[in-house]
């Protein structure tokens, strides 16, 4: 049929459209479980961030009342928790952000689901729980990105929305959303670090996933800052500050993903590759001594340390930095689950509390912020993220621009040092550990199983 033989009222074939799609029972239902998924992953993210207070709680208690008690839970605990994620939990080691970054580039559903499932989701949690119980310099919001992936890909599964890399990353963007109380810096680090591109077509179901956890994890906790409000700022006037702590924060954060790599490239050609019990041990013996001689300090997220800071109630020892990265490198490399979010930000506030007493003209919250920023940054090697998250969790919006600067100078020195970046080049191992697998090589799958990600 020509065009002019058509009749007026229909229309081309690809603009046709079923009336009132919009009403389709089905489409409700795929609705209704991807917000539910969400939900739970708000509501699994504030249960997540209590159980953490409370199992740091119960350690300093126990240190308190036995002083001793470090050197003989901390390298058990940690061992025990190396040998279950190896034996049990598979492809729980780590904070999980390399796992869900390199699930998005999976097409094998069991290849996938290695990395993330409900069964990784469940041992993750309990044995961060246990990590943070046992002192070990780790963070919770890591692991809550390869949780909050697992539930929005088991979601889209039962909804069969069929989108899993989208999934995966409005999973991803929802744990870092609630783990902080942070939307946009969830969307930002989705976009950012996670995806490293814009992606038109999983921009809504990010959206999306950031609101619906977040209200959820609003309506638990509060519309609250991680940090409290602070009244921070900084001006042209103090440049020298915002210089500094760049120069120091990307040195000291490209420095630190150096040695974490280093680190794990060490013992995976060793012999004590094939002992990721020992490994976590003799970390754990580590851990203990150095929190130790620190009087405390180095254990847990450090989430108090850097809060106490902020509030101008105390400053931070000129050893607290090295001894607290040192800390969070032997965590990470030996074989445990648990980020390095929180004790990131810890160093940061630790660099800031050392370079705000000799820069007495520049307010103090303001350096240590900027030292946040950039030391996180420098780590990460994702400025924006860097940026929108310590903003959002201090409610510093009058710092937006000195933060951006000293990002910026960060990253570009950690890219000097360090030029892979942390997160991706773990992603990278997963996948070829699991192209290993595929191939049938055993020594080499034995050997990145044994190892853990930062």
């Known amino acids: 049929m020509s065009s002019a033989d058509r009749p007026r009222h229909a229309l081309p074939h690809r603009l046709r459209r079923p009336r009132f799609v919009w009403m389709s029972p089905k489409s409700w239902r795929r609705r209704l479980l991807f917000w539910t998924g969400a939900g739970v992953v708000g509501l699994v993210a504030v249960l997540f961030a209590i159980g953490a207070d409370h199992a740091q709680h119960l ?41 869900a970054i390199a699930a998005r580039h999976v097409q094998d559903p069991a290849a996938k689901h290695r990395l993330l499932s409900p069964r990784i989701a469940i041992g993750k949690i309990l044995l961060t729980l246990v990590g943070l119980a046992c002192g070990a310099s780790i963070g919770r919001e890591g692991p809550t990105v390869q949780v909050g992936a697992s539930i929005m890909l088991m979601a889209g599964s039962i909804a069969g929305l069929g989108r899993e890399p989208g999934l995966i990353l409005a999973g991803g963007a929802a744990g870092v959303a609630a783990a902080f109380n942070t939307p946009l810096a969830g969307i930002v680090f989705a976009i950012e670090e996670m995806a490293r591109s814009f992606e038109r077509r999983t921009s809504g179901l990010v959206l999306i996933a950031v609101v619906a956890a977040g209200l959820v994890a609003v309506a638990m906790l509060g519309n609250y800052a991680y940090f409290g409000h602070t009244a921070a700022s900084a001006d042209w006037h103090d440049w020298k500050a915002v210089l500094a702590t760049g120069i120091v924060g990307g040195v000291a954060g490209g420095g630190f993903s150096a040695l974490l790599l280093w680190l794990s490239a060490r013992i995976r050609g060793s012999r004590l590759c094939g002992r990721p019990v020992m490994v976590a041990m003799g970390c754990g013996l580590a851990l203990a001594t150095i929190g130790t001689a620190c009087g405390g300090l180095t254990f847990g997220t450090g989430y108090e340390e850097a809060r106490a800071v902020l509030d101008g109630v105390e400053t931070l020892p000129w050893y607290y930095a090295p001894a607290k990265l040192l800390a969070t490198a032997l965590s990470g490399v030996c074989g445990i689950p648990g980020g390095i979010f929180s004790p990131s930000l810890s160093v940061g506030a630790g660099i800031g509390s050392v370079i705000g007493g000799l820069l007495p003209d520049s307010p103090l919250g303001a350096v240590v912020l900027l030292s946040m920023v950039s030391y996180f940054a420098g780590v990460v090697q994702a400025p924006l993220t860097a940026v929108v998250i310590v903003t959002e969790m201090s409610a510093s919006p009058d710092m937006l621009l000195p933060l951006m600067l000293s990002a910026a100078i960060a990253t570009t020195l950690s890219r000097l040092i360090c030029p892979r970046s942390l997160y991706h080049t773990m992603a990278d191992s997963f996948l070829e550990l699991l192209k290993a697998d595929a191939a049938g090589t055993e020594p080499a799958t034995r050997k990145a199983t044994a190892l853990p990600s930062p």
């Open 59 to 99: 350690f300093r208690l126990a240190v308190a009342a036995f002083p001793w008690l470090p050197f003989l839970l901390t390298p058990l605990g940690l061992g025990f928790s190396a040998w279950v994620a190896l034996r049990v939990v598979p492809g729980s080691q780590g904070s999980g952000i390399p796992q």
